[in-house]
């Protein structure tokens, strides 16, 4: 997360597990603490990962759709598990993935092609040797090269972590970051000279309070990444407290959050700058942005709980990233795709010219044009990489109970090439944001997929 200047439209979406996963409402109470067990799947349940969501310590929701913490942060011990087989060989499959998918673009500013990170904690900090560890050996991973390949990013090394001989502060503000990481930058030779290929991990115990841009730490983001010009050169930094959650360990959350913030800042390591890269999705899908809270590559998987998991080469749990090629494909666009997986889908047509956004800060987007009152039937094609047979589709508003729109569906079942049709109506019209997203709900067996899609005035 960068911190995108257009909020989010809900607090928590649906509760739901998306990208791909179970259905929803399935409870799975298990979870592992990777990296502090000597068997990263110890304790694990036997089912996928379900549709729970963090909360702090006192109950309520870790924050706004966007942050890193909506989904939950279970461990990938079986995802096999419940999903739909193929039920057919697949030499002569044509995948019917609609053309023209959303995809995060390149601004044209740079990447960081050979990665180097360092870990930097404070003597207050109680994971100060799980996360050094995290830093080391994530980059060298084939779930790293999987998450960031394809956008020109290479193996990436640690340096020797940095350990603060002093506790983080009580509360401190990003401005205050750049301040303190400038001066340690001078001081503090343990440190890597101000380089464009190094990346700061900046790791803050929960004793701490982050914020950046009025949001808080744990409960409005759960990271974010930013730079610096030191010496004339842009320094990038992630910056990652640590959580208190109910359905989760601090160190996995402390993990699942840096792996996105890690892969963020190497694929846009200059977000808030004049020279960002693979900041947003493309203009024709906006409205992603703005749903999700963000269109960087980790930020349009953060939602999803099934984005999280334990590699087998990592004993740490991490986030599943955006994939243009995957996406394109028909595959699961946040990949590494899952053990097992057969990824099909439903994606509503959109050919109308909407607005997004409120005050000075709306923009355009394909979308649905509904006028308040009114009704209009869209095309809803289905996909799957492989055979699973026909597969059932609804459609939910967002927040449930909390939109304006309404669905009716000519077919709710269908297979891979299938056209189906739904009518949506706006019952009345949305002042906030100019329009209201949706959803688009697969589901077969054990696995629930979604699409975003949005209804424009």
Request: charged share 15%.
């Amino acid at each position: 997360m960068m911190g995108a200047d257009l909020r989010p439209f809900i607090g928590l979406l649906l509760g739901v597990a998306a990208c791909s996963g179970p259905a929803v409402g399935e409870d799975v109470s298990a979870t592992t603490d990777a990296g502090n067990s000597s068997d990263p799947d110890a304790g694990a349940s036997p089912s996928p990962k379900g549709a729970t969501f963090l909360t702090p310590s006192g109950g309520s929701p870790v924050g706004h759709l966007g942050t890193e913490w909506d989904a939950s942060l279970l461990d990938d011990a079986a995802p096999e598990v419940g999903l739909p087989p193929r039920l057919g060989g697949d030499a002569s499959w044509t995948n019917a993935v609609p053309s023209g998918m959303p995809l995060v673009v390149n601004s044209g500013g740079p990447t960081v092609t050979s990665p180097v990170f360092q870990s930097v904690t404070f003597a207050n900090y109680d994971l100060t040797p799980s996360v050094d560890d995290f830093v080391s050996r994530v980059g060298l991973t084939s779930y790293w090269l999987s998450a960031v390949g394809e956008y020109g990013i290479g193996l990436a090394r640690a340096a020797t972590p940095v350990h603060i001989a002093e506790g983080g502060p009580k509360n401190i503000d990003d401005a205050d970051i750049q301040v303190w990481l400038a001066n340690e930058l001078a001081a503090n030779p343990a440190l890597e000279p101000p380089s464009s290929g190094t990346v700061y991990v900046l790791f803050y115990p929960s004793a701490t309070s982050v914020t950046f841009a009025g949001e808080e730490g744990c409960f409005t983001i759960g990271g974010y990444h930013n730079s610096i010009v030191v010496d004339g050169v842009n320094v990038s930094y992630a910056v990652i407290p640590e959580c208190v959650t109910e359905t989760a360990t601090e160190l996995q959350t402390t993990t699942s959050a840096a792996s996105h913030e890690m892969i963020e800042a190497v694929t846009d390591p200059l977000p808030l700058t004049s020279t960002p890269a693979y900041l947003e999705v493309d203009a024709a899908h906006h409205f992603y942005s703005v749903v999700l809270g963000g269109g960087e590559v980790g930020d349009l998987c953060a939602q999803w709980p099934a984005s999280f998991f334990v590699p087998d080469d990592l004993a740490y749990t991490v986030q599943r990233t955006w994939s243009n090629a995957a996406v394109a494909a028909g595959r699961d666009p946040c990949q590494p795709e899952l053990d097992g997986e057969t990824f099909f889908n439903a994606v509503a047509t959109l050919t109308d010219t909407v607005h997004v956004g409120n005050g000075a800060l709306v923009a355009t987007t394909l979308g649905v044009a509904i006028a308040p009152g009114t009704s209009r039937t869209v095309d809803v094609t289905l996909y799957s990489e492989g055979d699973v047979g026909p597969w059932t589709v609804s459609a939910e508003s967002i927040p449930v109970g909390g939109s304006s729109l309404t669905f009716a569906w000519d077919k709710t079942t269908g297979n891979n090439g299938d056209t189906l049709h739904l009518t949506i109506t706006a019952n009345y019209g949305d002042s906030s944001y100019g329009g209201e997203p949706f959803l688009i709900v697969s589901t077969l067996g054990a696995e629930t997929n979604y699409w975003l899609g949005y209804a424009g005035q």
